[in-house]
T-cell receptor, first 109, second 113 residues
Framework: GQNIDQPTEMTATEGAIVQINCTYQTSGFNGLFWYQQHAGEAPTFLSYNVLDGLEEKGRFSSFLSRSKGYSYLLLKELQMKDSASYLCACMDSNYQLIWGAGTKLIIKP | DARVTQTPRDKVTEMGQEVTMRCQPILGHNTVFWYRQTMMQGLELLAYFRNRAPLDDSGMPKDRFSAEMPDATLATLKIQPSEPRDSAVYFC???????????FGAGTRLSVL
């Protein structure tokens, strides 16, 4: 079957670093996506990995290991506005996104 | 500023009534997805279209839900009759021909009383 696992909730401190992990099992693989969703808003695209390795984009980085079925999203220099849910999604062989349930990230001052 | 537009933003209706949600994808995008999001289930794919043709609607309750794309600038999702368990946020997302990134509309928050 197809499955995406990520932690339900994480808490971190403003200014710190947090890593959100995601493991996946899908039929076929055409990339791994991370989206950010603030409460009451739509998901917005953060990153896309299709090859192994680390992709850095400002304070956010995303890592992929295809052999391990594993990805993480790394957020540095956390700000209060980073409080949101972070959704991991895997694109399968039909180019459909299989979504994780999301990780709610709580930032404390 | 290209964006996916969904209407209405909020809808409150009574059980048994028909509900129609509309989506205007980003101009030039040829793939449109309909999702439903609840606290319990997360994001569920209901249906999607490519070049206006329905490719997969297996996630949609067939007896009451229908999705259409009458032209390249409009996708609709209809529920008839609506039930309280349909209460959720319904998102539309579109994808262009070159990249696989899905861009989401602001969603329709549906409450069925």
């Amino acid at each position: 079957g197809q499955n995406i696992d990520q932690p339900t909730e994480m808490t971190a401190t403003e200014g710190a670093i947090v890593q959100i992990n995601c493991t996946y099992q899908t039929s076929g693989f055409n990339g791994l996506f991370w989206y950010q969703q603030h409460a009451g808003e739509a998901p917005t695209f953060l990153s896309y990995n299709v090859l192994d390795g680390l992709e850095e984009k400002g304070r956010f980085s995303s890592f992929l290991s295809r052999s391990k079925g594993y990805s993480y999203l790394l957020l540095k220099e956390l700000q209060m506005k980073d409080s949101a849910s972070y959704l991991c999604a895997c694109m399968d062989s039909n180019y459909q996104l299989i979504w994780g349930a999301g990780t709610k990230l709580i930032i404390k001052p | 500023d290209a964006r996916v537009t969904q209407t209405p933003r909020d809808k409150v209706t009574e059980m048994g009534q028909e509900v129609t949600m509309r989506c205007q994808p980003i101009l030039g995008h040829n793939t449109v997805f309909w999702y439903r999001q609840t606290m319990m289930q997360g994001l569920e794919l209901l249906a999607y279209f490519r070049n206006r043709a329905p490719l997969d609607d297996s996630g949609m309750p067939k007896d009451r839900f229908s999705a259409e794309m009458p032209d390249a600038t409009l996708a609709t999702l209809k529920i008839q009759p609506s039930e309280p368990r349909d209460s959720a946020v319904y998102f539309c997302a579109s994808v262009g021909r070159v990249r696989n990134i899905q861009y989401f509309g602001a969603g329709t928050r549906l409450s069925v009383l």
